[in-house]
């Protein structure tokens, strides 16, 4: 599967989604803090898999897709900075 090129942080999506509406009233609708929702916002928390369901329900979308957004997001950030040695781990064959 072809990843995104550096994709944005799940928050810069919903921002966009969320142009019309004030936070703290999203937050209200959400049923979460102000605070919570500004994090994620502003890129300084994630998505939860019980965030994905709240704005799935609240945003009319499939469920797992605010999920998707952040491990797209989080992949790609750790891809640019690994460097870990890591040596191939290989099965031994088992006798039938």
């Known amino acids: ?5 550096n994709p ?3 928050g810069e999506v919903l921002r966009e989604s969320l ?3 004030a936070v ?3 937050a209200g ?3 979460v803090a102000r605070v919570s929702l500004s994090r994620l916002l502003n890129g300084a928390s ?3 898999a019980e965030m994905d369901l709240r704005l799935s ?3 009319g979308t499939t469920p797992g897709i605010w999920l998707a957004l952040q491990s797209d997001y989080d992949l790609w950030q750790a891809q640019q900075s690994f460097r870990a040695k890591v ?7 088992t006798a039938a």
């Open 24 to 26: 703290t009233d999203a």
């Open 19 to 21: 142009t019309e509406v």
């Open 87 to 93: 040596r191939t781990i290989r099965q031994r064959p």
């Open 29 to 31: 609708r959400l049923g």
């Open 1 to 5: 599967m072809k990843r995104m090129r």
């Open 57 to 59: 329900k609240a945003l």
């Open 46 to 48: 994630g998505i939860s």
């Open 8 to 10: 944005p942080h799940p």
